[in-house]
């Protein structure tokens, strides 16, 4: 289970964006000795994720919602 705050960036509370996953996983795997496992991220919004190290790669699975669209023009 994890909580993100980063109130130096302007976010009061990441809400489980997936992107704070990209660098707890390979801190817990080395910890845990193993390279999968689930995680919890409880935010107001809350969400489970399951978690792997890939050799230099994080993969991320889980449920998401649509919060923002856009279009890119390069």
């Known amino acids: 289970v994890s ?3 980063v109130p130096g ?3 009061d ?5 997936g ?3 990209s660098i707890i996983v390979p801190w817990w795997a080395e910890r845990l000795g193993r390279t999968s496992f689930s995680a919890f991220q409880a935010s107001a919004r809350g969400g ?3 978690c792997a190290l890939a050799s230099d790669r994080v ?3 889980a449920q998401c919602r ?5 279009i890119f023009r390069v």
């Open 9 to 11: 960036a302007g976010i």
């Open 66 to 70: 649509t919060v923002i669209e856009g």
């Open 3 to 5: 909580r993100v705050f």
């Open 48 to 50: 489970w994720m399951e």
């Open 59 to 61: 993969l991320l699975s």
């Open 13 to 17: 509370e990441d809400p489980v964006t």
């Open 19 to 21: 992107s704070a996953h």
